[in-house]
């Protein structure tokens, strides 16, 4: 379960950006989760959940939200989302593509109290 590794990567990032602004806690973090990144956003929020025990995030929310599947088409050069099991142009089909984006995590905010 890498989901645990993850999540505890994050929780650092978390505990790193809230001290580097004084905060005194962490109200949420808003995850964007693309499809072909290998990560399972239930095995996350799990693995989440006990982790955040004793740290500055321990009542932060955790949402997540999906990102689209990105990709740029070889034969016309054309950008468009995509299926994650159908990474084929939108405009002229062509399945010769290089994916662009829907395999990374981001942090796209971290919620905090100051005071």
Do not use: W
Request: proline fraction near 3%; glycine fraction near 8%; include cysteine.
């Amino acid at each position: 379960m890498h989901e645990l590794a993850i999540g505890r990567a994050l929780l650092d990032q978390v505990v790193v950006v809230a001290a580097q602004r004084r905060a005194r806690a962490v109200t949420g973090i808003t995850l964007q989760i693309g499809p072909l990144s290998g990560i399972e956003p239930a095995l996350l929020r799990a693995a989440y959940e006990q982790l955040r025990i004793d740290t500055v995030a321990e009542h932060a929310r955790l949402v997540i939200t999906s990102m689209p599947v990105r990709i740029r088409c070889d034969a016309c050069g054309t950008e468009s989302n995509a299926a994650a099991n159908r990474l084929v142009c939108a405009r002229c089909g062509s399945a010769h593509t290089i994916l662009l984006g829907g395999d990374e995590m981001l942090i796209e905010s971290v919620d905090l109290i100051f005071g």
